[in-house]
């Protein structure tokens, strides 16, 4: 059965940096696009990060380029995501699913752990 576990939220003031594991079992990760996602309090689930399954190429939604960073290590079967330059509103339960491809839609994904929060206050 495919499976993650989310890790590394905490709460952080902005302009801070937080690393995100997402570790995968009952499966090669390698195989599959893994998609960052996250919900705020109130708010429906939108992409954050995914990486390509092809060429492990990055895609990043609007808010995330440029301080989001996502790469996969094949050893550990684990997806990490750098947040850099945090911002309140990137405050949310972050998770991470399996899909076919890269997109920034959650119902493309699948086998969702049960998240990670990340708090972003001053």
């Known amino acids: 059965q495919a499976e993650f576990v989310e890790s590394g939220g905490d709460l952080v003031q902005p302009g801070g940096s937080l690393t995100l594991s997402c570790v995968a079992s009952?499966?090669?990760?390698?195989?599959?696009?893994i998609g960052w996602f996250r919900q705020g309090g109130g708010k429906e689930r939108e992409g954050v990060a995914c990486?390509?399954?092809?060429?492990?190429?990055?895609y990043y939604s609007g808010s995330a380029t440029g301080r989001f960073t996502i790469s996969r290590d094949r050893a550990k079967n684990t997806v990490t995501l750098r947040m850099n330059n945090l911002m309140r509103r990137d405050t949310a339960l972050y998770f991470c699913?399996?899909?076919?491809?890269?997109?920034?839609?959650?119902?493309?994904?699948?086998?969702w752990g049960l998240g990670t929060q990340v708090t972003v206050t001053s």
């Open positions: 699913g399996r899909g076919p491809y890269c997109s920034m839609y959650a119902p493309d994904f699948e086998s």
């Open positions: 009952g499966f090669s990760l390698e195989g599959y696009a």
């Open positions: 990486i390509a399954s092809r060429d492990d190429g990055g």
